[in-house]
Structures are given as structure tokens and as C-alpha cells.
């Protein structure tokens, strides 16, 4: 079992910038046993949409809506993965879910609030 936990969210004016961290932990010996992790977020009344991603080799892959401002990254030796959130707009208030991908398996963090004030 593979358990997630992000750190990071809150509030925050628009043009600021916060960072998520998840960390993983249970049967993770490290980060590069997970073949993809990434962020998701749902705004109210809104389905989940993927945000970015970034593979074990370190491909990346972003929502147009967010590429140029936010930068996912992730620390193997520490099992985290990062989500740099820059230009903050209103439209960006969600709650951020972590994801993993591990031998076929997804495994999902609490999520965390993200606010953007106008």
C-alpha cells in the first residue's frame, strides 16, 4: 500500500506563488518505483483534470492552461514530487490531488485547498 500526503496549499493573491509537495510512503522504496506522479485538481462543480505529470525518466506534461507557469518536479531519493505554482490566477482555486502510478496501479493523496484571491 502506497500512501500520499501533499503539503503546500492556502491562500494566495492573484499573480503569487505557492508549492506543493506530496510525500510517499509505505511499500515505496523510492520515487522511481512510481512510473508516473503527478497533480490533479477538481474546482467546484467541475470534473478532476490532470495538471501535470512527470514520468520516472522525467518527462513532463502540463495542462495548457497552466504551461509557462507552473513546473512539476520530483526527488526520487525523498519519494516527493512538486508542483512550483507561479502567475497564480483566480481560475487556478481548486483542491490539488496527488497521484501515482505504480505497476498499473493509481494511488491518490487527501488533496489540498488552493485559493486564488482576485
Known amino acids: 500500500q502506497v500512501h500520499l500526503v501533499e503539503f503546500g496549499g492556502g491562500l494566495m493573491q492573484a499573480g503569487g506563488s505557492l508549492r506543493l509537495s506530496c510525500a510517499a510512503s509505505g511499500t515505496i522504496s523510492s520515487a522511481e518505483d512510481a512510473d508516473v506522479m503527478g497533480w490533479y485538481r477538481q474546482a467546484p462543480e467541475k470534473q478532476r483534470e490532470m495538471v501535470a505529470t512527470?514520468?520516472?525518466?522525467?518527462?513532463?506534461h502540463y495542462a495548457d492552461s497552466v504551461k509557462g507557469r507552473f513546473t512539476v518536479s520530483r526527488d526520487n531519493a525523498k519519494k516527493t514530487v512538486y508542483l512550483q505554482m507561479n502567475s497564480l490566477k483566480p481560475e487556478d482555486t481548486a483542491i490539488y490531488y496527488c497521484?501515482?502510478?505504480?505497476?498499473?496501479?493509481?494511488?491518490w493523496g487527501q488533496g489540498t485547498q488552493v485559493t486564488v484571491s482576485s
Open positions: 512527470i514520468s520516472s525518466g522525467g518527462r513532463t
Open positions: 497521484l501515482a502510478q505504480i505497476d498499473g496501479a493509481g494511488y
